[in-house]
């Protein structure tokens, strides 16, 4: 299953991929995390890696060589993708934990990043995941992938969404744009919460908005202490909290437990 992690930004989106892929993980499901976000670059960190893998927009010459070198030989020229075939530096794991990244931007004035849209759209496409492996993709803020195409290929989308009105506005347009690619699992999570109360009422509205909410994530001081570091703690009330939101997906997806 290939998973789509979408939201506002600042939603916490990279938190609840971290989150996820930890608790897959101890699940038994071999994950493989997809950096997906061309200016976020702390997610490597987060995931409890010492340094980041190598774009694969290297593998295709960067950004400029793109259109040139996609039917080029390589790993991105194959048909189909299986997580042993992509070279060892642009796939950093550990105990069945990996990640690879599509590329970000490094400086000004060098263009959209709409050849690393069209890397992931293809990637993502051609990624023939085993069946006890999970994708988690980490998508970039905002909805502007959905008009590229990236998630053309996904199975399971969820919303991050926090309490803000305009972050619930922006989880209904996601719903629509996923809806309108006929992706059948599209699912709220809600995160940064402060107290039941306002959990409750943010349930309510998306609901009304017809958005299912398959969990929620309160506010914890620690991590957000913790985000100078750029890590996750572990044993926080959130680890728990995720398991409860990994159950609903798996359980919504129909997806088998690992023997």
Same mark, same amino acid.
């Given at each position: 299953?290939?998973?789509?992690?979408?939201?506002?930004?600042?939603?916490?989106?990279?938190?609840?991929?971290?989150?996820?892929?930890?608790?897959?993980?101890? +699940? %038994?499901?071999?994950?493989?995390?997809?950096?997906?976000?061309?200016?976020?670059? %702390?997610?490597?960190?987060?995931?409890?890696?010492?340094?980041?893998?190598?774009?694969?927009?290297?593998?295709? =010459?960067?950004?400029?060589?793109? +259109?040139?070198?996609?039917?080029?030989?390589?790993?991105?020229?194959?048909?189909?993708?299986?997580?042993?075939?992509?070279?060892?530096?642009?796939?950093?794991?550990?105990?069945?934990?990996?990640?690879?990244?599509?590329?970000?931007?490094?400086?000004?004035?060098?263009?959209?990043?709409?050849?690393?849209?069209?890397?992931?759209?293809?990637?993502? &496409?051609?990624?023939?995941?085993?069946?006890?492996?999970?994708?988690?993709?980490?998508?970039?803020? %905002?909805?502007?992938?959905?008009?590229? =195409?990236?998630?053309?290929?996904?199975?399971?989308?969820?919303?991050?969404?926090?309490?803000?009105?305009?972050?619930?506005?922006?989880?209904?347009?996601?719903?629509?744009?996923?809806? =309108?690619?006929?992706?059948?699992?599209?699912?709220?999570?809600?995160? &940064?919460?402060?107290?039941?109360?306002?959990?409750?009422?943010? &349930?309510?509205?998306?609901?009304?908005?017809?958005?299912?909410?398959? =969990?929620?994530?309160?506010?914890?001081?620690?991590?957000?202490? $913790? $985000?100078?570091?750029?890590?996750?703690?572990?044993?926080?009330?959130?680890?728990?909290?995720?398991?409860?939101?990994?159950?609903?997906?798996?359980?919504?997806?129909?997806?088998?437990?690992?023997?």
């Amino acid at each position: 299953m290939k998973i789509s992690v979408c939201g506002k930004g600042g939603s916490g989106k990279s938190t609840v991929v971290t989150l996820l892929a930890n608790e897959a993980r101890a +699940r %038994g499901y071999r994950v493989l995390v997809v950096d997906s976000d061309e200016s976020n670059t %702390g997610l490597f960190r987060m995931l409890g890696f010492d340094y980041p893998p190598v774009p694969l927009m290297e593998l295709v =010459g960067g950004k400029k060589s793109l +259109r040139q070198k996609m039917g080029q030989p390589s790993v991105l020229s194959e048909s189909q993708i299986v997580t042993a075939q992509i070279p060892e530096q642009q796939l950093i794991q550990r105990d069945g934990l990996m990640m690879v990244s599509i590329g970000k931007i490094l400086q000004s004035l060098e263009g959209c990043a709409c050849p690393m849209g069209v890397l992931s759209r293809e990637f993502l &496409k051609k990624l023939d995941l085993a069946e006890e492996e999970l994708a988690i993709v980490d998508m970039e803020a %905002g909805v502007e992938h959905f008009g590229r =195409g990236v998630d053309t290929s996904i199975d399971s989308v969820l919303i991050v969404v926090e309490p803000p009105l305009e972050s619930v506005n922006v989880g209904q347009k996601i719903h629509e744009l996923a809806s =309108g690619m006929s992706i059948k699992n599209v699912w709220a999570v809600l995160n &940064k919460v402060p107290t039941a109360e306002i959990a409750t009422r943010l &349930k309510a509205e998306l609901e009304e908005r017809h958005i299912e909410v398959v =969990g929620c994530i309160y506010f914890d001081a620690d991590i957000f202490n $913790s $985000s100078i570091e750029g890590k996750i703690p572990i044993n926080r009330v959130a680890v728990r909290e995720i398991k409860e939101v990994m159950d609903s997906i798996l359980s919504r997806a129909g997806m088998p437990t690992p023997t």
